[in-house]
């Protein structure tokens, strides 16, 4: 009995002291941690951080007819409502982009629902109506910017799609080469997407159903829609630096007088023969096509295509 109690005390001894131990470690540490200099926000320079080379970047459409399976729906962008969103040029200047989203909320300007913006003493205002006006989308502004579900997944059926229609998100891969590079070209140029450049969600899917199939939709509210979001974030840091080829588009025009520096300049990737070629190479690869291809659907194979009522 008493050298029981005598190795209780012992073993009682050596747990007090481990964990007097462990707390003499722990105050040691969080006064070192408390004493060090802060450490910086962010590791990388401010516009890797805040933007993306290959958001809202410019597309590349083969105008030589060189990638010949590829010229089908190259040529029907070129004549399509989407041409100059996704092709056209501007010097970005990442100060000014910058300031425009660090100051941006949302507000009423003459009864309509506008960002707006702050650059060099003036107000940059952005809304459905301007976005239509400067990016020559031929919205009519009273149609919707969503496409129901169910023609979504009935479109993506007729597309031969491999994927699993009721998911959330679509993997272009799944998509034969033509509907590939279709929805490719929204999601490098259009969408809101930030990473994962292979996925699309429903709304952007829905977006190139209401292309295809000549439906209804309204591109400048779609594109509004997802700049009011990051719009509403309450801090500066939050906010991304979303679709800044549209907002210099949109700068140059409201204000073509702001001062420019050439070391200012913000880097957006372009597509170019190369990267068609590669694009190419992974579609063979990635989807097996008949021989000769089906042929396209809906108003990519007939420009005088009326879609199905009820959204059939």
């Known amino acids: 009995m008493l050298y029981k109690n005598m190795y209780t005390l012992i073993f009682n001894a050596h747990f007090m002291i481990l964990r007097l131990t462990v707390i003499v470690f722990e105050y040691r540490w969080h006064q070192k941690r408390r004493n060090a200099s802060p450490r910086p926000r962010y590791d990388k320079p401010e516009e890797q951080v805040m933007s993306e080379n290959r958001h809202n970047m410019i ?71 301007i976005l239509n006006t400067v990016l020559e989308l031929q919205d009519n502004p009273n149609a919707p910017y969503f496409i129901p579900i169910m023609c979504t997944r009935g479109c993506l059926l007729r597309m031969k799609c491999t994927g699993d229609i009721f998911s959330s998100q679509i993997n272009k891969g799944d998509l034969p080469m033509r509907y590939k590079f279709l929805l490719h070209v929204l999601i490098q140029c259009l969408s809101n997407k930030q990473a994962g450049y292979d996925m699309s969600g429903n709304d952007l899917v829905g977006f190139m159903v209401a292309l295809v199939l000549n439906k209804p939709f309204c591109i400048s509210k779609y594109i509004f829609a997802n700049m009011k979001r990051t719009g509403l974030r309450t801090t500066t840091e939050n906010k991304f630096w979303m679709y800044p080829r549209f907002l210099q588009m949109i700068t140059n025009v409201q204000h073509p007088d702001l001062p420019k520096a050439d070391d200012d300049i913000l880097k957006i990737d372009t597509m170019i023969e190369h990267s068609l070629k590669i694009f190419r190479g992974i579609a063979t690869k990635r989807y097996k096509e008949s021989k000769p291809p089906k042929k396209l659907i809906g ?4 420009t005088d295509y009326i879609t199905p009522e009820d959204d059939k």
């Open 59 to 129: 597309s590349y459409l083969d105008p030589e007819g060189k990638i010949t399976e590829l010229k089908e729906i190259t040529q029907w962008i070129k004549e399509s409502r989407i041409n100059k969103v996704v092709t056209f040029s501007t010097p970005i200047y990442k100060s000014l982009i910058k300031d425009f989203w660090n100051s941006a909320s949302v507000i009423e300007v003459d009864g309509t629902e506008t960002i707006q913006g702050r650059l060099n003493e003036v107000n940059v205002n952005v809304s459905p109506d």
């Open 299 to 302: 108003a990519l194979m007939k």
